[in-house]
Nanobody
Framework: VQLQASGGGSVQAGGSLRLSCAASGLIFSINNMGWYRQVLVKQRELVAVITSGGGTNYTDFVKGRFTISRENAKNTVYLQMNSLKPEDTASYYC?????????????????WGQGTQVTVSS
């Protein structure tokens, strides 16, 4: 499985970016997909999930600002990020996910790819 995130960059607070993640080596359409972010050596945190059926879930700190979507024909998941804040600065990754017993999701594949860096300045 390969997961290639792209679209990151440097923006000022209040700006927008659209991230893309192209997946290969899996049956994309039947997988739930998630976006994660990681700051330096901290643990990756789940940001948003889109199910195989198109349902979406967001962590509280991005609700109303980020929108996750998918295009099965292109095996690609997107993250539209608006009203960006300096605390959104991180490396962003995607992965296939599955529900866990805690009411959240766990990632499936251990190979994350390089991710894409988002830097938001104040």
């Amino acid at each position: 499985v390969q997961l290639q995130a792209s679209g990151g960059g440097s923006v000022q607070a209040g700006g927008s970016l659209r991230l893309s993640c192209a997946a290969s080596g899996l049956i994309f359409s039947i997988n739930n997909m998630g976006w994660y972010r990681q700051v330096l050596v901290k643990q990756r945190e789940l940001v948003a999930v889109i199910t195989s059926g198109g349902g979406t879930n967001y962590t509280d700190f991005v609700k109303g600002r980020f929108t996750i979507s998918r295009e099965n024909a292109k095996n690609t998941v997107y993250l539209q990020m608006n009203s960006l804040k300096p605390e959104d600065t991180a490396s962003y990754y995607c992965n296939a996910v599955r529900p866990n017993y805690r009411g959240s999701y766990d990632y499936i594949y251990g190979w994350w790819g390089q991710g894409t860096q988002v830097t938001v300045s104040s």
